[in-house]
Each structure stands twice: as structure tokens, then as C-alpha cells.
């Protein structure tokens, strides 16, 4: 299974549209993971037309109408593997240790996560934590990027940078 993976979009705050790489590559992938801060539901409904299958989590930067759509967290399984995927919050060099926290006791494969708009990939305990940075803001990072999962008979998640 491909999936990509993108999050921080701030659309339309930071840009007015998901960056068109972006939504070349995701058409090529079987799934397509928001990790919040969308602001604007449009931002689903790019996401859509180039996948069918496009699961996101609401961020601490989302109105009203995104979160009553969105779920705060999800967890879902991929093969063998468990995923889980919630934005974040607080200083960007807690997120780590705060998502152990939250999904300690759902022994996840893997946790993708947002915020901090700064890439991330890294395997801390047994858990690889994977934050594709923001695609439209630099604000934190000194890139914009993307992610790309490919999951067979174990994990590889890859940052693009634009």
C-alpha cells in the first residue's frame, strides 16, 4: 500500500490550493492521510478527487465546521501494521513524548502527526513518528514537504521536499 501524507496546509491562510506536485504524486496512492490544520473543508475535497480513500484529523488551527466533520485521532490498520494519526499540540519538542502518551496503550506501529510544520521521521521505542511538514508554510521548517508511506512487508515513509 501507498499512501501519502501531508498536514499544516492552512488553506486558504498560507496558500490557495494544495500544491499541484502534490496532487500529481497522490494519484498514484491508495490512501491519503491529513494530518490537520486544513482550515477550510475545500481542502478535503482537493484531497478527493485524486483518491478515494482520504482519512484526516482535525489541528488546533481548525474552525468549528472542520472539527464537527473530523475526528480528534484516529487508529486503523493497514495489514499487520497499526496506525495511529492526531495533529498535536504544544511545544514542538514535546510532541513525541506526548503522543507516547496519548496511544501508549493501543501498542501502534506507527504515529503520524502535524503541528510543528517541521519534517520528522524517526523511530523512537519501536514506534516510528512521521510528520511531513507543511506543504504551504515555512513559517517553522525551513522547507515545505510532503510525505510518502509505502507499506508491504514492513514500513517506509520518505519526506519530499518541494
Known amino acids: 500500500m501507498r499512501i501519502g501524507v501531508i498536514s499544516d496546509t492552512h488553506i486558504p491562510d498560507k496558500a490557495q490550493a494544495i500544491p499541484r506536485e502534490i496532487l500529481d504524486e497522490f494519484k498514484n496512492v491508495d490512501m491519503i492521510i491529513h494530518a490537520g490544520d486544513l482550515v477550510d473543508l475545500s481542502t478535503l475535497r482537493q484531497l478527493e478527487e485524486v483518491c478515494h480513500d482520504v482519512r484526516a484529523v482535525y489541528g488546533n488551527m481548525d474552525p468549528e465546521n472542520v472539527r464537527n466533520k473530523l475526528p480528534e ?77 509505502e507499506i508491504d512487508a514492513d514500513i517506509q515513509a520518505k519526506i519530499i521536499k518541494l
Open 73 to 149: 485521532k484516529l487508529i486503523f490498520s493497514v495489514g499487520i501494521y497499526k496506525i495511529a494519526v492526531m495533529h498535536g499540540a504544544g511545544p514542538a519538542n514535546s510532541l513525541v513524548r506526548l503522543l507516547s502518551a496519548v496511544f501508549k496503550k493501543d501498542k501502534v506501529d506507527m504515529v503520524i502527526f502535524g503541528h510543528s510544520h517541521t519534517a520528522f521521521n524517526e523511530k523512537v521505542e519501536n514506534i516510528l513518528f512521521f510528520n511531513p511538514g507543511s506543504a504551504t508554510d515555512k513559517i517553522f521548517a525551513p522547507f515545505n514537504s510532503y510525505g510518502i508511506i
